[in-house]
């Protein structure tokens, strides 16, 4: 069974950063493709960076430059640097692998709130 524990999230002020972090368990987590979504209020799921199981690394347009992905397959952990946070990144993120048409393939953890506040 897949568990997807994200954590890191909180209140920041404009321009100030955040790491997030997320666990997977019930995994052979190295094999796969990872990637950090949000769901501000009222949108859809996004998903705003991936690293590949060859660490191959994408961004959405809105973060990139601001936001670095990172994994640490040894610890089953795939981290999300956010710098430079504007008020539009005010949304909650979560974690999960990326299958195909960026798809994802598990279950939800509860995910992490960030809020930022101009």
């Known amino acids: 069974q897949v568990q997807l524990v994200e954590s890191g999230g909180g209140l920041v002020q404009a321009g100030g950063s955040l790491r997030l972090s997320c666990v997977a368990s019930?995994?052979?987590?190295?094999?796969?493709?990872m990637g950090w979504y949000r769901q501000a209020p009222g949108k859809q799921r996004e998903l705003v960076a991936s690293?590949?199981?060859?660490?191959?690394?994408n961004y959405a347009d809105a973060v990139k430059g601001r936001f670095i992905i990172s994994r640490d397959n040894a610890k089953n952990t795939v981290s999300l640097q956010m710098n430079s946070l504007i008020s539009e990144d005010t949304a909650i993120y979560s974690c999960?692998?990326?299958?195909?048409?960026?798809?994802?393939?598990?279950?939800w953890g509860q995910g992490t709130q960030v809020t930022v506040s101009s």
């Open positions: 999960n692998g990326i299958g195909g048409s960026g798809r994802a393939l598990w279950y």
């Open positions: 690293i590949t199981s060859i660490r191959s690394i």
């Open positions: 019930g995994i052979m987590f190295r094999i796969f493709d």
